[in-house]
């Protein structure tokens, strides 16, 4: 770790093992309102793919159905990427769950820690969250302009100096496990493993990365409650569909295919119609 783990463009490139993510254009800032209002701004007026925002701070960090994310300066990743893929507006969710991949692999990479995925893409240790992902999207007519993604990791927030507001749901690496880590180094992890699997995804569409995010996510079989917009299903989970869609068996019986919501994880599993006894459904 240098003696100053800045962001700063040239921390970030020296060593960075891409071809396009972060080569041609990086705005850094070391305060800034949100990242991925920035991002959408500059990808709107043309910046190319690859491009990344890249903060020290957030003042207004932007969180997934209208919330907000922690975002103290020098503590953590705040990071938006500008991707331009060419593919259908419906095949978006599928790159939410890829960025999870790419995620969820950084911290395998860089500190062996027993996370899991939340569904779509909430990382989390011990229960509580240390990364999170917000994915945006412009249409052209009935294209996709660009999507940015945005990812926030706690990286060096000590236990001690999480706000007491989000102590009891949120973490950081240094949190769990006792050390610090550098910012840079992390970030070219993620963005190394994000445009491996946006090649992957170009090359062979989802599949390969629905069965890596499954591996990961090990949510097959188990029971939740998912907060939708206006609505909360709650069952087993049977299965993460070819378009990225979570399919939910409800307790009474019927078929749910969820693109988005809040889940979370009920240990206790009632006797709910059409299962086998294994934890697992049959759809027919
Ligand atoms: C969530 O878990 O609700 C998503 C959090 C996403 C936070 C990141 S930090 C970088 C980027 N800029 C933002 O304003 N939000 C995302």
């Known amino acids: 770790m240098s003696k100053e783990d800045l962001l700063l463009p040239a921390e970030i490139r020296d060593g960075l ?4 993510f972060g080569r041609e254009r990086i705005d850094y800032f070391p305060i800034i309102d949100s990242t991925n209002v920035h991002a959408r701004a500059i990808a709107d007026g043309g910046a190319p793919q690859g491009t990344l925002v890249v903060a020290e701070a957030q003042l207004r960090g932007k969180g997934r159905m ?8 020098g503590e953590g990743i705040y990071v938006s990427v500008i991707l331009r893929p060419r593919v259908l507006p419906s095949e978006a969710p599928q790159l939410v769950l890829m960025t999870a991949v790419a995620a969820a692999e950084t911290l395998l990479a860089n500190a062996a820690l027993p996370f899991t995925i939340k ?5 989390l240790v011990g229960g509580k969250k240390i990364a999170g992902i917000l994915t945006e999207m412009s249409l052209d007519r009935d294209r996709i302009d660009y999507v940015v993604i945005g990812l926030g990791l706690n990286v060096n927030t000590r236990a001690e100096s999480m706000p007491p507001e989000i102590a009891g749901i949120a973490t950081s690496l240094c949190a769990v496990t006792g050390r610090m880590f550098s910012r840079a180094e992390l970030l070219r992890t993620f963005l190394e493993k994000l445009e491996s ?10 599949e390969p ?13 188990k029971h939740v409650k998912i907060a939708g917009v206006g609505h909360t299903y709650e069952g087993e989970v049977v299965d993460i569909d070819r378009d990225g869609f979570l399919i939910l068996k ?14 979370s994880l009920i240990e206790n599993l009632p006797h709910s119609p059409g299962s086998d006894g294994s934890g697992k459904f049959f759809l027919t």
């Open 17 to 20: 093992r891409t071809t396009v």
């Open 66 to 73: 209208g919330r907000s994310w922690h975002s103290p300066a």
């Open 119 to 123: 569904w779509p893409n909430d990382i």
């Open 197 to 206: 699997y946006y090649g992957l995804f170009q090359e062979r569409h989802f």
């Open 209 to 221: 990365i629905r069965e890596r995010w499954l591996d990961l996510a090990r949510i097959i079989g």
């Open 250 to 263: 409800s307790l009474d019986g019927t078929v749910e295919r969820i693109l988005a919501g809040d889940v």
